[in-house]
Nanobody, 128 residues
Framework: QLQLVESGGGLVQPGGSLRLSCAAS????????AGWFRQAPGKEREGISC????????NYADSVKGRFTVSRDNLKNMVYLQMNSLKSEDTGVYYC?????????????????????RGKGTLVTVSS
């Protein structure tokens, strides 16, 4: 059974950067689509990014385009989210997700609900 564990969250000032990591164990990640969503206090889940199994195709929420970059290293069984120019509204718990039957373009709207595997999340706080 695939398990996902996120790390890299923390407190950062507005304008700063963080790199989140998602480590997979129990199965190989290279055949799965992966992604990230976040949930801020009192708000609905928001799909942040998606990356195809090969890493060739990516998709992003409009709120993070140009600031966040998703990547993966299938040899290391890892997925990453580089977050730059962070804003206070980026605060939330960030979850890594994966699924073996998910299309980053066609299924993106269901990123927060239909991915089979999900980590326990890592908290990102953007504040001065």
């Amino acid at each position: 059974q695939l398990q996902l564990v996120e790390s890299g969250g923390g407190l950062v000032q507005p304008g700063g950067s963080l790199r989140l990591s998602c480590a997979a164990s129990g199965a190989f990640l290279n055949y799965l689509t992966a992604g990230w969503f976040r949930q801020a206090p009192g708000k609905e889940r928001e799909g942040i990014s998606c990356i195809s199994s090969s890493g060739v195709f990516t998709n992003y929420a409009d709120s993070v385009k140009g600031r966040f970059t998703v990547s993966r290293d299938n040899l290391k069984n890892m997925v990453y989210l580089q977050m730059n120019s962070l804003k206070s509204e980026d605060t939330g718990v960030y979850y890594c997700v994966a699924d073996n039957n998910f299309n980053c373009e066609l299924d993106y709207s269901r990123l927060t609900s239909d991915m089979t595997y999900r980590g326990k999340g890592t908290l990102v706080t953007v504040s001065s």
